[in-house]
């Protein structure tokens, strides 16, 4: 106890600066040039982690290949963002995206591959409205393009509504910062290389949401009635009591 309380006092008048390294021994081997050897070596290894923060750093590592924008702060400086990250899209996913621009299918389902960081079609099976729930996935993400058919105001509309679903927390958190993180760039991939006009993005994390009045809403949403100004209530009717004329000194007072 004694010892442990003066520790610091005689690092302090020995002067800290010149510490390197601090050993604690409860015998003598680990006191002894091989305990010191260890010690050093120990100090030098990488620190212990669990499977969750083996699995956190190896997404910061994949975060640092996510080109950043202007670190500079000035008054005409925006915000530091981050740019998606950009996996190519496989040959099939690219023949079905053309085919969905030329409407000659009407669903397309891709997938991230994390092992070869690429984007991959996993169908293009035809789908109605009704049968968009099943298409999702319970366990896994997925991105989905839909062509979605309706009438609006008399008239026939197709409209391509994009769809991220992310089924929660079943998910490991790699898939989920990879498929947030990747996008943002494949929209705009598919915006500019396919000409593909989409509605509506949306993002879910259950297949049950995508029922026919809840698309039809998201692609066309109501508007809200404008709100009248608070109009400041009338005052009582008739008279507000006689009104009373209070003169100079000296002068009679009279009630009108």
Request: hydrophobic letters at 30%.
């Amino acid at each position: 106890m004694l010892y442990a309380a003066t520790r610091a006092t005689v690092k302090k008048e020995f002067g800290g600066g010149h510490v390197k390294y601090e050993m604690f021994g409860t015998v003598e081997e680990d006191i002894c040039l091989l305990g010191y050897k260890r010690h050093v070596l120990s100090c030098s290894g990488p620190a212990p982690l669990t499977l969750a923060e083996q699995e956190l750093q190896r997404i910061k590592i994949t975060e640092g290949r996510v080109k950043q924008v202007k670190t500079e702060i000035s008054v005409e400086s925006k915000h530091q963002t981050l740019q998606g990250l950009a996996f190519p899209l496989q040959e099939t996913a690219k023949r079905a995206l053309q085919q969905l621009a030329q409407k000659r299918i009407n669903y397309i389902q891709l997938r991230l591959d994390t092992e070869k960081e690429t984007i991959e079609l996993v169908h293009s099976n035809p789908t109605d409205t009704r049968d968009l729930p099943r298409r999702v996935p319970k366990d896994t993400p997925r991105y989905h393009f839909f062509l979605y058919k309706h009438s609006h105001e008399g008239d026939y509309l197709e409209s391509v509504v994009f769809i991220y679903s992310m089924p929660g927390y079943s998910c490991s958190i790699k898939e989920r910062m990879l498929y947030s993180s990747c996008k943002s760039r494949l929209l705009e991939d598919v915006e500019r290389d396919y000409h593909l006009e989409i509605a509506k993005k949306l993002e879910i994390d259950d297949g049950d949401e995508l029922t026919e009045g809840f698309l039809y809403d998201e692609v066309h949403p109501k508007q809200h009635a404008h709100k009248q100004a608070f109009a400041k209530p009338r005052g009582p009717a008739g008279k507000r009591g006689h009104k009373r004329l209070i003169k100079g000194t000296g002068e009679t007072r009279h009630d009108s």
